[in-house]
T-cell receptor, first 116, second 111 residues
């Protein structure tokens, strides 16, 4: 596809369960970002990948959150032992090599996670 | 990373020009100013980026004074479809840019 694709678009899970959220960035983009957004607030930075490596994971709230990008394209955000406070929209973005955002980072539609 | 301050909300009417000002007093020499737009249930979308003076594209204009401690996003002749949240970000253009979002400005355009 032409844009950043995130799946699933919606996910409802029970408290304590494990979830995986997937992001397919724009082909050729080496930089990939994960954010989460709560209602009425701006996106909150979680983690940034440059290629396969996590260059900055300072936004991950705790060790229940983990993200991978094994081949430098698709990324998966993994949340263990989900809590109700994890409910939010999780956004993924990608941008061209070197994290260059001269024309901006391109965001997906997000995955709405609801923990019940 | 420089912190930005924007109005929480603004109201306008169709056909008017809207100016949204962002303060970034601690902007660094190498920082650029970037604006994003976000509609409900969508991810943010890049609008415009600048370093100094004025930048214009097909969507908006960005005015940056000489001291670069503020910037103004100008939307000409808004329509109902411009109702959205607008975010001002400050950071590097090339290299790694962490893209730190604030709360943004919620613009409501009325008929």
């Amino acid at each position: 596809g032409a844009g950043v694709s995130q799946t699933p678009s919606n996910k409802v899970t029970e408290k304590g369960k494990y979830v995986e959220l997937r992001c397919d960035p724009i082909s050729g983009h080496t930089a990939l970002y994960w954010y989460r957004q709560s209602l009425g607030q701006g996106p909150e930075f979680l983690i940034y990948f440059q290629g396969t490596g996590a260059a900055d994971d300072s936004g991950l709230p705790n060790d229940r959150f983990f993200a991978v990008r094994p081949e430098g394209s698709v990324s998966t955000l993994k949340i263990q032992r989900t809590e109700r406070g994890d409910s939010a929209v999780y956004l993924c973005a990608s941008s061209p090599g070197g994290g260059d955002t001269t024309r901006g980072a391109f965001f997906g539609q997000g995955t709405r996670l609801t923990v019940v | 990373l420089a912190k930005t301050t924007q109005p929480i909300s603004m109201d306008s009417y169709e056909g008017q020009e809207v100016n949204i000002t962002c303060s970034h007093n601690n902007i660094a020499t190498n920082d650029y100013i970037t604006w994003y737009q976000q509609f409900p249930s969508q991810g943010p979308r890049f609008i415009i980026q600048g370093y100094k003076t004025k930048v214009t594209n097909e969507v908006a204009s960005l005015f940056i004074p000489a001291d670069r401690k503020s910037s103004t996003l100008s939307l000409p002749r808004v329509s109902l479809s411009d109702t959205a949240v607008y975010y001002c970000l400050v950071g590097l253009s090339g290299g790694y840019n962490k893209l730190i979002f604030g709360a943004g400005t919620r613009l409501a355009v009325h008929p």
